[in-house]
Nanobody
């Protein structure tokens, strides 16, 4: 059974940092693209970042470039999203997703986690 479990969300002040984790199981982790998405209240789901472990390729949304960093620990089947310089507009539920074929920031991933809340206060 494929499982993606996010953790690390919370409440932080503007300018602060959080590190989200996405623990994966049930599939060949290093052969999939793992993406991070977020959804703010009343808004659609937005692609934040993704990476493909097989070649180390990474992508970021313009709104988070220079502030967020995606990385992975293949031994732990875990992908991280280090978020620095957080802004109130980063407030959202953050999801990780996995797909064996698709690479990118559109919501075309097959498997999804349940999400973790990130709230940034001003």
């Amino acid at each position: 059974e494929v499982q993606l479990v996010e953790s690390g969300g919370g409440l932080v002040q503007a300018g602060g940092s959080l590190r989200l984790s996405c623990a994966a199981s049930g599939f060949a982790f290093d052969l999939y693209t793992i993406g991070w998405f977020r959804q703010a209240p009343g808004k659609g789901r937005q692609g934040v970042s993704c990476m493909r472990s097989s070649d180390g390729r990474t992508s970021y949304a313009d709104s988070v470039k220079g502030r967020f960093t995606i990385s992975s620990d293949n031994a732990k089947n875990t992908v991280y999203l280090q978020m620095n310089g957080l802004k109130p507009e980063d407030t959202a539920v953050y999801f990780c997703a996995a797909d064996p074929l698709y690479y990118g920031l559109q919501s075309r991933y097959v498997y999804w986690g349940q999400g973790t809340q990130v709230t940034v206060s001003s």
